[in-house]
């Protein structure tokens, strides 16, 4: 079940506007089919009705489980026309926010700006993970292989660390590397890792569910890894 909107999109081959239908809700729990189309970023597919050029345009939506008890929004600076419609589109998350902490206490928020953030909540979340955990790896596996690559020919360049799935049998989580390298980087980091930072970790509690704490991103990990400096 979704709840739809009308939006304007631009061509970007022929500069053509147009109407198309977009979600503005996605429940995934009563409609599977519907997750696989955000996993693999479909819903954000257009196709120019002018010239038929196909093509990949994000837009601000949520995205709910039921089942597992969480919603993300995903908040796009990009259709936004000016400044005033940017903040009147955070006011609108603020009050989706105010509204789903009334409606659904016990839910997990998050705030995403990307849509490759929130395909990886989405994947995370799936798993049974704790985002913040996963999140606080990804930002040290893109710190250190940002190391080691650094004397490669020509040098590369790690922009993000994301979350792919669970290796069950090896015990080890996998992630896939946004980077400048022509071909895909895989990373995998054991599951004892992700154990300890939820057990036994000095940082452990930076990685409880904390009220008003919504956007887990990479900024918010390297805040944790100075609280341990400090
Ligand atoms: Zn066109």
Not at 108 to 114: A, F, K, L, N, T
Not at 166 to 185: C, D, H, Q, T, V
Request: one cysteine or more.
């Amino acid at each position: 079940m979704a709840t739809r909107k009308k939006i304007v999109k631009t061509c970007p081959s022929c500069g053509a506007f147009f109407n198309a239908e977009a979600y503005e809700v996605i429940n995934a729990t009563l409609d599977t089919a519907l997750r696989d189309e955000v996993i693999w970023g479909r819903i954000f597919d257009f196709t120019c009705p002018s010239c038929t050029h196909h093509f990949r345009s994000p837009y601000s939506m949520a995205y709910k489980e039921m089942e597992k008890e969480y919603i993300i929004f995903l908040e796009l600076d990009e259709d936004a026309r000016d400044e005033d419609e940017r903040i009147s589109k955070s006011r609108i998350t603020g009050d989706q926010i105010a509204e789903t902490r009334e409606l659904f206490p016990t839910y997990r928020i998050r705030v995403v700006h990307d849509m490759m953030d929130l395909i990886e909540k989405i994947h995370i979340f799936s798993a049974g993970l704790n985002d913040k955990i996963v999140t606080y790896l990804g930002y040290k596996i893109k710190d250190d292989v940002t190391v080691k690559m650094k004397n490669a020919k020509p040098p590369i360049r790690v922009y993000k660390a994301l979350f792919d799935s669970l290796k069950g049998k090896a015990g080890e989580l996998n992630f896939g590397l946004l980077s400048s390298s022509p071909k895909p980087i895989f990373v995998t980091t054991p599951t004892r890792d992700y154990e300890y930072l939820l057990k036994k970790s000095p940082l452990r509690q930076q990685f409880d569910e904390a009220e008003g704490l919504y956007q887990i991103d990479e900024g918010w990990a390297a805040g944790i890894d100075k609280v341990l400096i400090a």
